[in-house]
């Protein structure tokens, strides 16, 4: 039964998915005094890609067509093991916060090969500023669940949540690691100031460098991956600083909706402030990101070491 | 403080958009659009209501591409019609050609559109790329848009303006009324 | 014929087996004894392997295996710890050996095929004597059978580069070797050559200052072999150099004795020694960690890079052990258990991964003819049954799941985690910067290997040679896919092993509690690897069954111009962020004006050149070292003066400061 608990979870976040990334462009261009695209058009270009035909480059090997599926499936099971809708733990303990960053470490190796695979000169500046991203992201990543796993004495994430929000006023430090999680989950997802998601020029480009070769199911894939990671850790800080109402193990019909609308509300709100965050503030220049980096690092390392001062 | 004075603006801000029917109404004559082949393409693509737009310069005075630009901001917001421009021909449904096509663009012209995938609309904008204009019979220009890579539909204009080209992609699209 | 005995059987033949390859080798010239001698070592090692795991189903502390009374009289003879240690020597030479048939015909115009395939096995043999040996006199021995016979094997292709290199090693190891032979020495307290048994009697009686004093002598000599930062100069020159299948030997292995050395002194020999002794192996192997992973980022060379990588995987088995060293003067048992199964795992996995992308790295150099990343690209292309071996390996390298390197550092973390909230505030402090410098290289690493993988293997090919690059042998990627699949298994399989190399299960803890057992409980590989197959072979399905477009081969979009494999990303370019962010460590560019017109000094040609290659810092260190040598060198050959009477008083006054000290 705890199962299904999952697959209902997993099916949500995967629907839910490109509402978040059409979400966040309707709020911008709100903000910007337009009238913006429908939040529901990313649905629309998704299946309108399925039915595209794909252009693939003669220079590309089995590592492109490779790598839009294990994108796309590391995305997935995180949206399938995180407690994102349920906390009761999943089997075999996949919910390991150093598993979580490992997978998602993962994901953007194999999409740092596909970018680089055509053997464009844009490809290769994308992967090289993604796998940069990627391999100074995932210590700070550690170190701030690091932090809550030492507080709630449990390195599953749904333990951590169990701990409830009580442990975030108890331990005030924590707010660093949220903090420095919050900064991560921006370099995770190629947001402001790390990248532009918006850019059509080239050389201010990350994420989107990558997948310039990519067209029709593999584009749609690609970008339904990136949806699926920006809606897990909106609804993974969104649990972390309010965890609840979460589904046990055993579900009610009215409990699952209940809970179902409660995370709707949660991405839209969480959406909300990342439009207004992008909004507020510029890009940085890709070679200072050693500054938020090392920022976001020092942040979680922060967090870690006083929530270990307010421990008993 | 300067924070807050930019949340105002981003909160209670004027929205500037013009509304929806100044461009799904009105005279559309000017636009000439190919064949049945266009009415396939729209709808094998959801009738265009998710179209990413690659603009590709085939040797254009510039102009056509300011007026593209235009597309994009508050006043025309082609974005709420379900349009965007993309990064690349690779990620796009419909390529808005530009300028009667030099010698030296012609190749990229034929790449583009080689790169993107079927189905695809072609636009040719501007009255250079529809007729080749000005420069016409000029041994530096190839010829309009059509002589190099088939054209689907065709927005006259020296260059012609915001409002012409949304006219003229929506009266092809037809999708909304 | 009883389980024992066919393990001390297996590890006989083994040996003999290893012994006759060297002889067949040497002995036969044409190429048949090459493939016999070759097939020879495959075999016996491989029953050595198979011997060495039966050992660890067998329910026996020590298998004695026979007593030798010749030239140091001991007994030979398996513990857990020493069978671990040969499990991993038997088994990756004998891969190395099925790799080498294939590979050392086709380079026969490079080798002295004869004398390579002799020592080979000579190297070979003195690695899998070490662990078996447990006396100071046949430790030494083989050990420097093993130095010695490496040394030559670093120069087998005879070039000026290749010469220099092999003699900075030697002096090196040799250098290590005397430390090594000097710390016995203090620790026996007199004893010539005493027994292991002997030596850990007399080290429980000396004072705590000789403990620590030949503890530091032991890690230097250990540590350098181990290629441990400060000394780790000759590391990144010596095994690019030599032969792939030999550098796979001592970069997955070779190292590995090292390791061996060091944790047979610190946990059988050694009283347990006070926490400054496990904060320097912690403070070196972080050091190491962090400085082998950059120079892995940031080199051009391809095995270059895999030496680099050496260097930061046993700077973090270094930090494991440092971390449990410490946990353990503190009495954090559960750390101590954890930090020290998760070393042994990582080692185990490093054996395996860094093998493989040596051996991988032999065959991309054997088919491109070229050392260099930026003249490789397009392998993906070319040799794509190669390359799907490669990607496993290199993942496997960069720690990722599913494979074995990342449950082994999971676990590490665990541990540290887990311990976080324990022990006083100098601990805490201590586990907060290894953990935070842990997850840095781990990170950096991913970096260093995709670097690795995709600059090789992807995009267009850069050179003519990588372009005609054909797929190797079967012959070349059967090992290969054996290793990959090896890796898999390690990680699929991992808390099954980690429970076998559990120190309790080893035989260095005295306790059995299932620390370990239930450390690994918590995360089952097995189900998040199913899982993520399951989604894998989902979405593939979902995806095929809801595209309804079809599929165009075109050119690569190229924004309207041609473009060519010159315009690539290449590894210099690649690195360039990380160089970037971390200048003040990699001290990376210099520019060089040159005027133009000799008259006007403000006319000039300005070069950039990035330096990937050396560390700056420690060469100029060791540069000052040198000097320091050479000047005292200098003052000594005034001694010899070819006076006798000099001597005389010379050879006098030795014998009464002989006297005086004596007294």
């Not at chain 2, 807050?4 to 000017?30: D, K, Q």
């Amino acid at each position: 039964m705890s199962v299904f608990v999952f697959f209902l979870q997993g099916t949500v976040v995967l629907l839910l998915a490109p509402l978040a990334t059409g979400c966040v462009r309707w709020c911008k261009a709100r903000f910007q005094g337009r009238h913006g695209a429908s939040p529901f058009l990313p649905y629309v270009r998704f299946l309108t890609l399925l039915r595209k035909e794909m252009v693939i480059a003669e220079t590309a090997s089995w590592i492109f067509h490779a790598a839009p599926f294990v994108v796309l499936c590391t995305a997935v099971f995180v949206a399938f093991s995180l407690p994102l809708l349920t906390s009761a733990p999943p089997p075999g303990g996949l919910d390991n916060f150093i598993l979580f960053a490992a997978i998602l470490a993962l994901g953007s190796v194999f999409l740092v090969l596909g970018g680089l695979d055509p053997g464009t000169a844009f490809g290769g500046m994308g992967a090289s500023r993604e796998m940069t991203l990627a391999s100074l992201v995932e210590p700070a990543m550690i170190t701030a669940l690091a932090a809550f796993a030492v507080v709630s004495d449990n390195s599953a994430i749904s333990g951590m949540l169990a701990a409830g929000g009580a442990s975030l006023l108890q331990h005030p430090a924590l707010v660093l690691s949220l903090v420095a999680l919050g900064l991560v989950a921006l370099a995770e997802n190629a947001r402001y100031p790390v990248d532009n998601p918006a850019t059509h020029l080239e050389l201010t480009m990350v994420h989107e460098a990558m997948i310039l070769e990519y067209s029709g199911a593999y584009l749609a894939i690609i970008e339904l991956a990136s949806s699926i990671r920006l809606t897990v850790f909106a609804l993974l800080l969104a649990n972390l600083l309010v965890p609840f109402p979460l589904l046990a193990t055993a579900i009610s019909f009215s409990g699952a909706l209940a809970t179902i609308g409660a995370t709707v509300a949660k991405l839209v709100i969480a959406m909300f402030l990342l439009a207004l965050w992008e909004s507020s503030i510029p890009k940085m220049r890709f070679y200072r990101m050693q500054e938020y980096l090392s920022g976001a690092f020092f942040i979680a390392l922060a967090g870690l070491a006083f929530s270990l001062l307010s421990l008993p | 403080m300067y924070l807050l004075s930019l949340w105002r603006r981003l909160f209670f801000g004027i929205r500037v958009t013009m509304p929806r029917p100044v461009f799904t109404r009105g005279h559309t004559e000017h636009c000439e659009i190919v064949g049945a082949e266009i009415r396939e393409i729209v709808r094998r693509l959801y009738g265009g209501r998710a179209l990413q737009i690659r603009a590709v310069d085939g040797g254009s005075t510039n102009a056509e591409e300011s007026e593209l630009t235009m597309l994009g901001n508050a006043y025309y917001d082609i974005e709420r019609f379900g349009m965007s421009f993309a990064a690349s021909p690779r990620h796009a449904d419909m390529l808005l050609v530009t300028g009667p096509v030099t010698r030296n663009l012609e190749q990229a012209v034929r790449s583009s559109y080689e790169s993107a995938p079927q189905p695809c609309i072609v636009v040719a904008v501007g009255d250079g790329a529809c007729t080749g204009g000005i420069w016409k019979d000029s041994y530096a220009v190839v010829g309009p848009v059509e002589s190099v890579i088939p054209v689907h539909v065709k927005i006259p204009g020296d260059p012609p303006t915001p409002t012409d080209i949304l006219r003229g992609i929506l009266h092809a699209l037809r999708t909304r009324p | 014929m009883t389980l024992h005995t066919s393990i001390a059987s297996g590890i006989f033949v083994c040996l003999l087996g290893t012994l006759l390859s060297s002889l067949v080798g040497a002995c036969g010239r044409s190429a048949g004894a090459h493939r016999i001698s070759q097939i020879l070592l495959a075999l016996s090692n491989a029953i050595g392997a198979l011997a060495a795991l039966a050992f660890f189903f067998a329910d026996t502390p020590v298998l004695p295996l026979i007593h030798l009374s010749l030239l140091f009289p001991t007994t030979l003879g398996l513990d857990h710890l020493s069978a671990l240690f040969f499990l991993i020597v038997t088994g990756m030479s004998s891969v190395t050996a099925l790799f080498a048939i294939h590979y050392v015909e086709s380079e026969r115009d490079t080798y002295n095929v004869r004398s390579l395939d002799c020592i080979a096995a000579l190297f070979v043999l003195g690695m899998q004597m070490v662990p078996l040996t447990p006396s100071v006199a046949g430790f030494m021995l083989f050990w420097e059978v093993m130095s010695i016979a490496s040394f030559f094997l670093v120069m087998a292709d005879r070039k000026d580069a290749s010469i220099k290199a092999a003699f900075l090693y030697l002096t090196m190891t040799q250098l290590g070797a005397s430390a090594l032979l000097a710390g016995f020495f203090l620790l026996g307290d007199g004893t010539i050559f005493p027994d292991f048994a002997a030596l850990a009697q007399h080290a429980r009686t000396a004072s705590d200052d000789t403990i620590l004093f030949a503890f530091a002598l032991l890690f230097f000599g250990f540590g350098s072999k181990a290629g441990l930062v400060p000394f780790h100069l000759w590391l990144p020159e010596a095994h690019p150099r030599a032969p792939s299948h030999i550098s796979a030997l001592m970069s997955g292995v070779m190292l590995k004795i090292a390791l061996y050395g060091f944790l047979r002194t610190v946990l059988f020999l050694l009283p347990p020694l006070p926490v400054i002794a496990g904060m320097a192996v912690l403070a070196l192997g972080l050091l190491s960690g962090l400085l082998g992973v950059l120079h892995a980022v940031v080199d051009r060379d391809i095995k270059r890079t895999l030496a680099f990588s050496s260097i930061e995987n046993l700077g973090l088995i270094f930090t494991m052990v440092g971390l449990s060293m410490i946990a353990r003067a503190n009495g954090l048992s559960v750390l101590a258990e954890l930090a020290l199964a998760a070393a042994l795992f990582h080692a185990v996995n490093h054996a395996i991964f860094k093998t493989g992308l040596f051996l991988c790295a032999g065959a991309i150099v054997q088919g491109t003819h070229a050392h260099s990343l930026e003249a490789m690209g397009g392998l993906a292309k070319t040799m794509p049954r190669f390359t799907v071996a490669f990607c496993s390996l290199a993942l496997a390298a960069s720690a990722l799941p599913p494979f074995g390197a990342f449950f082994g550092e999971w676990m590490f973390l665990e541990g540290i985690v887990g311990t976080l909230k324990e022990g006083g505030m100098m601990l805490q402090g201590l586990l907060l910067v290894a953990l935070a410098a842990v997850v840095l290289i781990s990170g950096l690493a991913i970096f260093a290997m995709v670097k690795l993988f995709a600059i090789a293997c992807l995009g267009a090919p850069r050179s003519p040679g990588a372009a005609h690059a054909k797929e190797p042998a079967a012959l070349l990627t059967a090992p290969l896919f054996a290793l990959a699949i090896l890796a898999l298994g390690m990680g699929l399989l991992s808390p099954a092993v980690l429970s076998f190399l559990s120190p309790a299960h080893v035989g260095i803890v005295a306790s059995r509690l299932p620390t370990v057992a239930v450390a690994t409980g918590r995360l089952s590989p097995l189900t998040a690897f199913l899982a993520l197959a399951a989604i894998l072979l989902v979405c593939i399905m979902l995806v095929r069954m809801a595209w309804s477009g079809r599929r165009r081969l075109s050119h690569v979009w190229d924004c309207g111009q041609e473009v060519n494999a010159g315009m690539e990303y290449t590894a210099t370019a690649f690195s360039a962020p990380i160089r970037f962010f971390f200048r003040f460590l990699l001290h990376h560019k210099t520019v060089v004006a040159t005027p133009v017109v000799p008259t006007n000094p403000w006319i000039v040609r300005q070069s950039m050149t990035v330096h990937a290659d050396t560390s700056i810092r420690f060469a100029t260190i060791y540069g000052y070292v040198a000097r320091i040598l050479l000047w005292l060198s200098a003052q000594a050959k005034r001694l010899q003066n070819g006076i006798v009477q000099f001597y005389l008083l010379l050879m006098f006054l030795a014998l009464v400061l002989s006297l005086i000290i004596a007294v």
